[in-house]
């Protein structure tokens, strides 16, 4: 299958960085979110970035121009009619994403592929919500988007063979390394990211260290590029929260429960680098 045109639904952090590979690897992209603002603040931030790439020397201004080109902010799903797959990037909530595919599946044209860039919820429950389980894949890109190698590829229990090598495929062509996971909780990436992540914040909270200072050991010790503090705010703690309760009650063992003090993160609207303030300041 040949697909020319994308349509990406939620153009946040992952979504934005979605529509920028696909736009840079010569795809026509729709753009869609809650509103027309929310999309054309996504095009300003990637049209920033490659402006930085720019001025560094990275990148030719043609090359720019060329992805800019082939990224089209639109009122919304409607818009959607011809895509040949639909991406769907927004917030990491079941009954929301169950609410998105539903109507996808009602905008999009009938032999289009339907996928999903959740991190950690079943493709096959979003499959079950569409009148084409047997064309929904989970397309797992890694944050940010244009930076990090790996997408993660889940097939959902009805998911036809030949689609999921197709949009295989697709990840391929624009410039990413694949891994096959097992449609279960967190897949591979966030079954062991996760519980990581969790347990730093029961470690500080239980007086192991500061927050700086399990950061720096972390990083410095294991000679990872980030800390888990600095790396949940990456990801955003509403995400980090959403998984932690899919792992939790999808596999129902209580070492996966939610830290209380990611629970309270949250609940003040601290949710890291996308609102300022998260673990760290910034
Ligand atoms: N943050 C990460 O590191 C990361 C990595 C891999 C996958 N993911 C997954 O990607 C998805 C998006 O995460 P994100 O980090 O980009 O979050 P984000 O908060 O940056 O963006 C979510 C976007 O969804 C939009 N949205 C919410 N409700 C919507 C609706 N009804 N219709 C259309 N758009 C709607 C929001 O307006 C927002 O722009 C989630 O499923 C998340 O689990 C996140």
Sequence with gaps: ME??????????????????????????????????????????????????AVAKGRMEQAAVDKIMANLHPVEGIAD???????????????????KLFKGLDEAIKPEAILASNTSSISITLMAAATSRPDKVVGMHFMNPVPVMKLVEMIPGLQTDDAVFEDVVKLAQTWGKTTTVSKDFPGFIVNRLLIPYLNEACFAHTEGLGTIEDIDTSIKLGLNNPMGPFALADLIGLDTVLAIANVLHDGLGD?????????????????????????????
């Design 3 to 52: 697909f020319k045109k994308i349509g990406v639904l939620g153009t946040g952090q992952m979504g934005a960085g979605i529509c920028q590979v696909a736009a840079a690897a010569g795809c026509e992209v729709l753009m869609a979110d809650l509103n027309i603002d929310i999309v054309k603040k996504a095009l300003g931030g990637i049209e920033k970035r490659l402006g930085k």
């Design 80 to 98: 959607f009619k011809d895509v040949d797959i639909a991406i769907e990037a927004a917030t990491e909530n079941i009954d929301l994403k169950l």
């Design 254 to 282: 209580p070492k996966y429960r939610p830290s209380p003090m990611l629970i309270k993160y949250v609940e003040a609207g601290w949710l890291g680098r996308k609102t300022g303030r998260g673990f760290l300041q910034y």
